[in-house]
């Protein structure tokens, strides 16, 4: 009676499991319920927060193809019966059943390895002084605005302020739904044009700030460094934290020899803390280099081309002599740079989505 309707729903639903690994994230689920079960689960409280987040995200993502699932075998049995009184009811069903299946297939964009984690973001004022300086800060606002109106959670890692105004750099831990996912396609090169407020003479001015956009890897078991790769230093603290923060060697500097990565945090209190965060860092530096250069083997790695990435903008925004928002990937085009850097960014996020999506049909 539906079988054709119902099998094209049925084909589309195991080609979203084969694309979204659904099987493997159901039997990491159940592994994790299993351990968050234990009795001695709570004991390192930490590692058990860190669990039961992970349940809620695979929770999340696998309930609604759940559903779908136990849809299609319900429908499955109900055609099995042949009966035409039921065939208003099986069309109808089948309509919603195929606008969900739809809707969820949107998912598909969001399916990358790291998607579904948080992200650690970082400004780094280019080429233009005080005016780059301060086109990091004026992004800096951009993704705070856009987080706060999507109901995202940020918190300030690192900055440091320029001399004159704005900032040279800032680091930002960014914790929702599909942070990473979401903000994975601002990394880049971000080019201003606009008249300078620094200079006397209001004459156009083009800046440059670089983003990058990092998955946050909080469990070392993901990117397993090996301590013969790793070189630690550590030093005295200064400027943002106190006296106290002065007063011992409590400053971090990780540096990854195979790869040359280096991170140095010095805004906690104590060097355990610092230790922590950087390596944190550092594993997700590292999960983005295995990304761009696809591999899973920390021993293939290159370090990053940071000579090339200044040159290769992502995107312009250009407030005089007309106004224009346009990400040269995608070709996305806005005639409203205020919205936009007021942190309306979803019609970027998106135009950016549905690009890597072809990208990789």
């Known amino acids: 009676?539906?079988?054709?309707?119902?099998?094209?729903?049925?084909?589309?639903?195991?080609?979203?499991?084969?694309?979204?690994?659904?099987?493997?994230?159901?039997?990491?689920?159940?592994?994790?319920?299993?351990?968050?079960?234990?009795?001695?689960?709570?004991?390192?409280n930490r590692q058990a927060q860190e669990v039961m987040k992970k349940?809620?995200?695979?929770?999340?993502?696998?309930?609604?193809?759940?559903?779908?699932?136990?849809?299609?075998?319900?429908?499955?049995?109900?055609?099995?019966l042949n009966d035409t009184s039921l065939k208003?009811?099986?069309?109808?069903?089948?309509?919603?059943?195929?606008?969900?299946?739809?809707?969820?297939?949107?998912?598909?964009?969001?399916?990358?390895?790291?998607?579904d984690y948080d992200a650690l973001l970082s400004i780094y004022a280019g080429a233009g002084g005080t005016d780059a300086q301060d086109w990091a800060e004026m992004l800096y606002r951009m993704y705070s605005r856009w987080a706060e109106k999507n109901g995202y959670t940020i918190k300030l890692i690192e900055q440091t302020s320029g001399e004159e105004a704005g900032l040279k750099s800032v680091s930002l831990d960014v914790s929702g739904p599909?942070?990473?996912?979401?903000?994975?396609?601002?990394?880049?090169?971000?080019?201003?044009v606009r008249l300078s407020p620094f200079n006397a003479d209001n004459l156009r001015q083009t800046s440059f700030a670089?983003?990058?956009?990092?998955?946050?890897?909080?469990?070392?078991?993901?990117?397993?460094?090996?301590d013969k790769d790793l070189n630690v230093d550590v030093f005295r603290s200064g400027g943002r934290g106190g006296q106290s923060v002065n007063t011992t060697?409590?400053?971090?500097?990780?540096?990854?020899?195979?790869?040359?990565?280096?991170?140095?945090?010095?805004?906690?209190?104590?060097?355990?803390?610092?230790?922590?965060?950087?390596?944190?860092?550092?594993?997700?530096?590292?999960?983005?280099?295995?990304?761009?250069?696809?591999?899973d083997q920390l021993s293939a790695l290159k370090g990053p081309n940071v000579s090339a990435e200044w040159g290769n903008?992502?995107?312009?925004?250009?407030?005089?002599?007309?106004?224009?928002?346009?990400?040269?990937?995608?070709?996305?085009?806005?005639?409203?740079?205020?919205?936009?850097?007021?942190?309306?960014?979803?019609?970027l996020i998106e135009s950016y989505l549905d690009h890597s999506a072809r990208l990789e049909q």
Not at 55 to 77: C, G, Y
Not at 210 to 225: A, G, H, T, W
């Open 249 to 295: 060697d409590s400053a971090v500097r990780l540096t990854h020899l195979p790869t040359g990565l280096t991170v140095a945090i010095q805004n906690e209190r104590s060097q355990l803390q610092n230790k922590e965060l950087a390596m944190t860092i550092l594993r997700s530096k590292l999960a983005q280099l295995q990304l761009e250069q696809h591999t």
């Open 210 to 226: 670089k983003v990058e956009v990092l998955p946050k890897i909080n469990q070392p078991s993901e990117v397993d460094i090996a």
């Open 55 to 80: 349940i809620a995200v695979l929770k999340q993502r696998l309930d609604p193809w759940t559903t779908i699932r136990h849809s299609i075998n319900e429908l499955k049995e109900l055609d099995a």
């Open 313 to 347: 903008q992502i995107r312009s925004y250009v407030l005089h002599p007309y106004k224009q928002v346009k990400d040269l990937r995608t070709g996305y085009e806005s005639k409203e740079p205020d919205r936009i850097l007021d942190g309306d960014l979803e019609g």
């Open 178 to 192: 599909f942070a990473y996912g979401k903000l994975k396609g601002e990394g880049g090169v971000h080019r201003l």
């Open 1 to 44: 009676m539906a079988d054709d309707k119902l099998g094209k729903i049925d084909g589309e639903y195991n080609q979203v499991v084969l694309k979204l690994n659904l099987k493997d994230k159901e039997a990491e689920l159940s592994k994790l319920v299993k351990l968050s079960e234990e009795a001695d689960f709570w004991d390192d």
């Open 88 to 115: 208003s009811e099986m069309d109808t069903q089948i309509s919603l059943l195929d606008s969900r299946l739809k809707e969820l297939r949107e998912e598909l964009k969001l399916s990358g390895r790291y998607d």
